[in-house]
């Protein structure tokens, strides 16, 4: 859920059958060396997988999530090649920032 007051999110909730918010988590996600143990808790959901957005929820339930909005531009990262491209989008869009 998103709080557009604060800015802040809330909760990400899995292929939610209505949508709230216009937003959607396409998530590139990086990790600290925490996400182990929140691993370690997790319980496989319906479909009997451990789910990504259970762990980011944890992430953001002790308030260390941050969030970027990114207008005009999805990729699928699920291959190198897409992952490659990416990052160097990211990195050049971070460059031109400073």
Not at 31 to 47: G, N
Not at 59 to 76: L, M, V
Not at 78 to 87: A, C, D, E, P, R
């Amino acid at each position: 859920m998103f709080n557009r007051t604060r800015t802040r999110i809330l909760k990400i909730i899995e292929k939610s059958k209505r949508p709230r918010f216009p937003y959607a988590d396409v998530g590139f996600y990086l990790f600290d060396h925490r996400i182990f143990d929140i691993i370690r808790t997790l319980h496989p959901s319906a479909r009997g997988e451990l789910e990504i957005v259970d762990a980011v929820n944890e992430y953001i339930r002790k308030g260390d999530y941050t969030f970027e909005f990114i207008k005009g531009f999805w990729s699928d990262a699920g291959t190198f090649s897409t992952l490659l491209g990416t990052s160097i989008w990211a990195a050049k869009r971070s460059a031109s920032e400073r």
